[in-house]
C-alpha cells in the first residue's frame, strides 16, 4: 500500500485528486492551477508564452521597450507608476534607478497591490505603493517628502490579471458576475448601470466612448431585455449584444481562422461600462490637470492609452502644455508596438504611447 503524502499525515485528512478539467488542456479560469502557481511551476509561464498566451493570474507589459526609451529613467531617480498593476513596467523602471532612486506606485486592486509589492522588494530599491488612484498623484509628495517626480508614467489598460479571472466581471469570455470594479470600494456595479441608465444615455455613451456603430439597437436591446429579467451576468449581457450583431456565442466560436483575430462584437460594450464604472476619464482627466506640475524640472511624463477616447484627452493636454510653454517636447505621433509584439501579445495591438517633457 502505498504511503500517504507528507500532506496527508500533516492534516490528518485523505489524499484526494484534484479535480480534471475536460479536454487536453484548461479552458476555465480556476483549472490553469499550474499557471497560478508560476512559483511552484516555473516553467509553465514560458511555454504559455510561446503558444501566444499569457498565463492565467499574471500580465504581459505592454511596449516596455518603447517606454523606456521614451521617458529615459537613469540612476538616482523618482519614479511614480501611476497603474502598478503586476510590476512588469515598474521592475524595469528600478533597474534603471537603482537603490539610489526610488519607486512611487499606485494601484485601485488592492490584493494584487500587495502581491506586487512582495514581488518587486526583490529588486532592492526603495519603493512606497499606494492603494489609491492616480489622480491622487499630487497629494502623495508632501506625505513622501519630495518635491517632484523625475518621471510619471500611467498604463490605461485592462490588467490581464483582471481580464481572465471571470469573477470580476470583465470577461465576455466567460460568465461571471456583471461587476467590473477596480477598486471594491466603489459602489456601482456595471450590472447597477446596466440596469439604471436611460437608453439615451446608454446610447450616448456607447457612441462616444467605443465608437460603436450599432450604439442605438444595442441600448435598445438593453433596455427591452431588463423590462422582463436584470442582466446581471457577463454573458447574459454579450447574448444581448450578439442578437444585434446576428451571431450566436457557437457562431462566434466556431468562425473561420482569418477571422480568430477580429475584435469581439460585444468588446466595445464592455469597455464603456467598464470606463463608466471606474470613472476612467473623469480620473484621467484630473491626471493630466495635476501631473505636469508634479515633474521637476526636465521631468517626463509617458501615457499609454488604448482606445480613441483616452488618446484624443491625452493628445490635447500635451498639445495645450506645448503651447503655454508647460512643456519643452512631446511626441509628435503616438508610437505604436511592433508588428512583432502584437503577433506575441495581441492584446497590444490598439496600444498608443504618447509623451511630454517638461523645460
Known sequence: ????????????????RRKRYSGTHPKQFEERYKELAWDKYPDIQQHVREQGRTPAGTHVSIMVAEVLEALQ?????IVADCTLGYGGHAAEFMKRIGPAGRLIGFDLDAGQLERTRQRLAELGVPMSLH????????????????????VIFADLGLS??????????????????????????IRRTAADLVDSLSQEE??????ELADEPDHERIAAAIVKRRQSQRISRTLDLVDVVLAIKGVTRREWSQRPAEQQRDLHPAARTFQVLRILVNDELGSLRQLLRIAPFCLKAGGRMGILTFHSGEDRLVERAFASGLQDGTFAALSEQPVRPSPQEVAANPRARPARLRWARRP
Open 1 to 16: 500500500m502505498p504511503e500517504p503524502s507528507d500532506h496527508s499525515q500533516e492534516s490528518g485528512q485523505p489524499h484526494r
Open 73 to 77: 529613467p537613469r540612476a538616482g531617480e
Open 131 to 150: 492603494h489609491s488612484n492616480y489622480a491622487g498623484l499630487g497629494n502623495v509628495l508632501a506625505g513622501e517628502g519630495i518635491e517632484g517626480y523625475d
Open 160 to 185: 490581464s490579471m483582471q481580464i481572465d479571472d471571470p469573477s470580476r466581471g470583465f470577461s465576455y469570455k466567460q460568465d461571471g458576475p456583471l461587476d467590473m470594479r477596480m477598486d471594491e470600494r
Open 202 to 207: 446608454l446610447s450616448e455613451h456607447l457612441l
